[in-house]
Each structure stands twice: as structure tokens, then as C-alpha cells.
């Protein structure tokens, strides 16, 4: 079991920034896919940002150069940071993990942090 936990939600003007953080148990963190979705009210939830454990990054497209996701696999950690965020960027920011598995990759999600950007 994997437990996911984020942080770093909040109110921010637009043109703004943020740091989302989410922390996970496990001791194989490394070998996670990690990612960040988001949910806007009334919308499906979508792709942020993935992360593979060889470090290979894929964004949705209409989000490339204003967000990066990182990781630090001693922490346990992935980061987003949000930069120019607008009023669309406002929604749930969920955190998820894709572990290996004997039975295929095992999928874990946070319970979500929230980003308000409004003026």
C-alpha cells in the first residue's frame, strides 16, 4: 500500500506561482511513475505532468513551459511548480503513483490539494 500526500495548494493571483509537493510511503519510490493531475470544477480530471524513474517527463501539451514536475527519490518527494498560473488553472491537484508490480503497474492517488487562482 502507498500512501500519497500534497501540499502547497492555495490562493494566488494570476501571473502567480506555486509549489505543489507530495510526499509518498513506500521504500521503492524510485521505480514509481509519478504524476500530478488536476481537476476543474464541472471538468474531467486530467494530465498535468507525468515522471518516469529514468527521469523522462511528459506534459500536457497546453501546459509545456509553465509547469515542471521534478522529483527527489531520497525524499520520497515529486514537485510541480506552477508558474503564470491564470484563473484556469484553478481546480483539485492530485498526486499519483504507478508502481511496479508482479501483476501489472498499481495505481495509488492522493487525496488532493487545491489551487485558487483568482485576483
Known amino acids: 500500500q502507498v500512501r500519497l500526500v500534497e501540499s502547497g495548494g492555495g490562493l494566488v493571483q494570476p501571473g502567480g506561482s506555486l509549489r505543489l509537493s507530495c510526499v509518498s510511503s513506500?521504500?521503492?519510490?524510485?521505480?514509481?511513475?509519478v504524476g500530478w493531475y488536476r481537476q476543474a470544477p464541472g471538468k474531467q480530471r486530467e494530465l498535468v505532468a507525468a515522471?518516469?524513474?529514468?527521469?523522462?517527463?511528459n506534459y500536457a501539451d497546453s501546459l509545456k513551459g509553465r509547469f515542471t514536475i521534478s522529483r527527489d527519490n531520497a525524499k520520497n518527494t515529486v514537485y510541480l511548480q506552477m508558474n503564470s498560473l491564470t484563473p484556469e488553472d484553478t481546480g483539485g491537484y492530485y498526486c499519483?503513483?504507478?508502481?511496479?508490480?508482479?501483476?501489472?503497474?498499481?495505481?495509488?492517488w492522493g487525496q488532493g490539494t487545491q489551487v485558487a487562482v483568482s485576483s
Open positions: 515522471l518516469a524513474p529514468g527521469g523522462t517527463a
Open positions: 513506500g521504500s521503492v519510490f524510485s521505480t514509481f511513475t
Open positions: 499519483n503513483a504507478k508502481v511496479p508490480s508482479g501483476f501489472g503497474p498499481r495505481e495509488y
